[in-house]
């Protein structure tokens, strides 16, 4: 059975040119651990009507940076994940988006996979294929 983790971030602020991208969370795997991000969510708390989205994306040269986040687990027997998470990462190079969710400036957005095999997959150990950035992109500019 696998093991579920949430690594929830609040009061972030998106980038400060409306349509630019911020990167907000990498997820990196440790060694022999493969992981896969099955859900996502977010909520938007502004009160200027737009759009904008989140974007799952995957680097060849991973990120670098940030503050260690503890995923917490869905179930309190859990052991603890094998996979890092920090936030406000410096984004690495050579991306290959894998999906743009869109989101509501005033409301939000989600997305879960429906079937394992929708789930993004990242490879043990780090690297090309074990890691996954989320990043935003909004209409207006340092939504909070």
Not at 10 to 27: C, I, P, S
Not at 107 to 132: H, Q, R, V
Not at 137 to 144: I, K
Request: aromatic letters at 6%.
């Amino acid at each position: 059975m696998p093991f579920y983790y949430s690594a929830a971030l609040y009061g972030l602020t998106t980038n400060v040119t409306a349509g630019a991208e911020t990167d907000h969370l990498q997820l990196l795997t440790g060694a022999g651990a493969a992981a896969m991000l099955s859900g996502l969510f977010a909520v938007g708390r502004n009160v200027t009507v737009g759009g904008g989205g989140i974007r799952v994306r995957r680097y060849a040269t991973i990120s670098t940076g940030g503050t260690p986040v503890t995923p917490r687990p869905a179930n309190p027997r859990s052991p603890a994940a094998a996979t890092a998470a920090n936030s406000g990462p410096t984004a690495g190079a050579t991306a290959t988006d894998l999906m743009e969710m869109a989101v509501s400036q005033t409301g939000g957005g989600g997305w879960t996979a429906l079937e394992p095999d929708d789930a993004f997959e990242m490879s043990p150990g780090g690297g090309a294929n074990g890691n996954i950035d989320l990043l935003s992109v909004m209409a207006s500019a340092s939504m909070t």
